[in-house]
């Protein structure tokens, strides 16, 4: 595993873009977030929205950032013919998959880390937010959390479909497709249940620091969906992948 894990990790920081997609997930979680927050406006008879989900808004444009990169780790290499090289160095498929799942983690946390704890930042000059309130934090781990499973979400979608754009149109298409359907729908039960198993809703939840009695899904339990879909496309994957030729 350990050779597996820095063949994976000099691909990743060698592949051209990688670092300006790393950049663009902070930028665009922390841009998003100082704009929702900025135009916010709670002078006047106190605030009637959640200011740590507006604050984070940034997450919902920064998972797509982060779906590209994930989808780039091993869709690149079976655009390419490097997939080839890769598993005749390690032979044991899954240690291949692990070690890129590994690696897509680590990087993708650090990322994710930085854009959540700058919005944060950011929202705690031009909101009345407490950064420290315990609902607070675990909104901003939890936000954290979430791309870390978007990433891995795509990358076993990618690891299944082996073509880089069909798998990118898949994933952003799981992500988005739910609220877009529960936008059309009038049916408010129908629109709920869209909320619980869609797991960009559900997998926001975990955002969400009042009005928790009236939230489709509660917020570790919406997570939990979100790891769900996560784990159901890493197990196809890696299950493709050990039966499929190269």
Known sequence: MRRALHAEWT???TTPGTGLLLLTVVAATVGIGVLASAVTDCRAGGCTVDLAKVSLTGVQLGQAVVAVLAVQVIGAEYSTGMIHLSLTAVPRRLTVLAAKALVLTAVVTTAAAAGVAGSLLAADRLLPLAVTDAAV???AAGSVLYLVLVGLLALGV???VRN???????VLGLLYLFPLIGLATTDPDFRRHLDQIGPMAAGLAVQATTGLDSVAVSPWRGLAVLGAWAAAALLAGGLLIRLRDA
């Open 137 to 139: 934090l675990r909104a």
């Open 11 to 13: 691909k990743l920081r």
């Open 164 to 170: 880089p754009g069909a798998a990118a149109g898949l």
């Open 158 to 160: 990618t690891t299944a």
